[in-house]
């Protein structure tokens, strides 16, 4: 009985892997043809026009919209062209997770693209007001071969294929018996995807935590030093209320990097010429988070105050105050965990 509910269950497995190839397959047939579509009708365009004397983009704006999207076309036309190989001689011992192995550091290049994708959407969105560039867009997207999708639609393509794989992978991998020939190589494959994922993930992270730096140290006076530094990296940021001993209260602004904490106060400044404000943070204080030491303290009386405390080797003791829970509970986790 045991040996026929074996078989059965690889039966069962069987097709699913087939299934799962062929959306493989399928997705990866519609996913080229889109960086296609992208190459011929915007990118290539863009940049012709880029050098006319009426350009809608600039060319160092067009590389900052398609980023390295040449490069992943070349990467995924043979793997589209190994997988149809594959699907169309399906037999029950067929393999496709050597492709995926051999391919798996190749999808580093998404590093780039998914770091440039912000830069990529808010070039588009600065210009896709413009008459020009919006008329530019609307034949663009009439064109049959664009399916009716806008560019932005197409943008965000890249940023999903590789959790795409992971997920078909894992599917394809849970349908494959160990003692099939396809085993080892998807099991191969799968971890080196992953791999690559969480690559992609932590540049995106540095990148964005880079890009926040900047922006802080545009909105930051008075701070002896650049803000933006290698071995730096940002945490968090927030409004909180300064206790101090005489019950006296001011409020300020904190910055919490992975190596120090920025005491700032906030200043809003009005232009009268555009009728806008802008905000502004004065330094004050900073403290290194060596030796620094934070403590949850109790709320006295009917009211809830939300406090904490950090100890300073620079300043001593300092007591602040949150608005609700949530907002002390984080700030003691990321001052613990800095």
Same mark, same amino acid.
């Given at each position: 009985?045991?040996?026929?509910?074996?078989?059965?269950?690889?039966?069962?497995?069987?097709?699913?892997?087939?299934?799962?190839?062929?959306?493989?397959?399928?997705?990866?047939?519609?996913?080229?043809?889109?960086?296609?579509?992208?190459?011929?009708?915007? &990118? @290539?365009?863009?940049?012709?026009? *880029?050098? =006319?004397?009426?350009? %809608?983009?600039?060319?160092?704006?067009?590389? $900052?919209? +398609?980023?390295?999207?040449?490069?992943?076309?070349?990467?995924?036309?043979?793997?589209?062209?190994?997988?149809?190989?594959?699907?169309?001689?399906?037999?029950?011992?067929?393999?496709?997770?050597?492709?995926?192995?051999?391919?798996?550091?190749?999808?580093?290049?998404?590093?780039? &693209? @998914?770091?440039?994708?912000?830069? *990529?959407? =808010?070039?588009?969105? %600065?210009?896709?007001?413009?008459?020009?560039? $919006?008329? +530019?867009?609307?034949?663009?997207?009439?064109?049959?071969?664009?399916?009716?999708?806008?560019?932005?639609?197409?943008?965000?393509?890249?940023?999903?294929?590789?959790?795409?794989?992971?997920?078909?992978?894992?599917?394809?991998?849970?349908?494959?018996?160990?003692?099939?020939?396809? &085993?080892?190589?998807?099991?191969?494959?799968?971890?080196?995807?992953?791999?690559?994922?969480?690559?992609?993930?932590?540049?995106?992270?540095?990148?964005?935590?880079?890009?926040?730096?900047?922006?802080?140290?545009?909105?930051?006076?008075?701070?002896?030093?650049?803000?933006?530094?290698?071995?730096?990296?940002?945490?968090?940021?927030?409004?909180?209320?300064?206790?101090?001993?005489?019950?006296?209260?001011?409020?300020?602004?904190?910055?919490?990097?992975?190596?120090?904490?920025?005491?700032?106060?906030?200043?809003?400044?009005?232009?009268?010429?555009?009728?806008?404000?802008?905000?502004?943070?004065?330094?004050?204080?900073?403290?290194?988070?060596?030796?620094?030491?934070?403590?949850?303290?109790?709320?006295?009386?009917?009211?809830?105050?939300?406090?904490?405390?950090?100890?300073?080797?620079?300043?001593?003791?300092?007591?602040?105050?949150?608005?609700?829970?949530?907002?002390?509970?984080?700030?003691?986790?990321?001052?613990?965990?800095?």
């Amino acid at each position: 009985w045991k040996f026929k509910h074996d078989l059965s269950l690889r039966g069962e497995k069987q097709v699913k892997r087939q299934k799962i190839v062929a959306e493989l397959v399928a997705t990866e047939e519609s996913y080229v043809n889109s960086l296609s579509t992208v190459m011929d009708i915007y &990118y @290539v365009k863009l940049g012709v026009l *880029a050098e =006319s004397p009426r350009p %809608l983009l600039s060319r160092s704006e067009v590389s $900052a919209m +398609f980023s390295n999207w040449e490069i992943l076309l070349e990467i995924h036309e043979p793997i589209l062209v190994s997988l149809n190989k594959r699907l169309s001689t399906w037999h029950k011992h067929q393999q496709v997770g050597d492709i995926f192995d051999k391919m798996a550091e190749s999808l580093k290049a998404y590093t780039m &693209y @998914v770091n440039q994708y912000p830069i *990529a959407l =808010s070039t588009l969105r %600065l210009h896709q007001s413009e008459p020009d560039f $919006a008329a +530019f867009l609307k034949n663009c997207k009439k064109d049959p071969r664009c399916k009716s999708l806008d560019l932005e639609s197409y943008l965000i393509m890249p940023i999903q294929r590789v959790p795409r794989y992971l997920l078909l992978l894992q599917d394809l991998l849970k349908n494959t018996w160990k003692g099939h020939a396809d &085993y080892q190589n998807l099991s191969t494959a799968l971890t080196k995807v992953k791999k690559v994922a969480e690559h992609i993930n932590y540049k995106k992270r540095q990148s964005e935590s880079m890009a926040k730096m900047y922006e802080i140290q545009n909105q930051l006076d008075g701070y002896p030093e650049d803000i933006v530094a290698p071995h730096r990296s940002y945490i968090a940021e927030g409004d909180v209320v300064l206790q101090a001993s005489n019950g006296s209260e001011r409020g300020r602004h904190l910055f919490l990097f992975s190596d120090i904490l920025v005491y700032t106060s906030r200043q809003i400044k009005r232009r009268k010429t555009f009728r806008r404000s802008t905000i502004r943070y004065v330094h004050e204080k900073d403290f290194s988070l060596r030796g620094l030491t934070v403590e949850n303290l109790a709320d006295y009386g009917s009211t809830n105050t939300f406090r904490f405390s950090i100890n300073t080797t620079e300043e001593g003791l300092l007591v602040f105050k949150c608005t609700n829970l949530q907002e002390k509970t984080k700030w003691i986790s990321d001052l613990a965990a800095a």
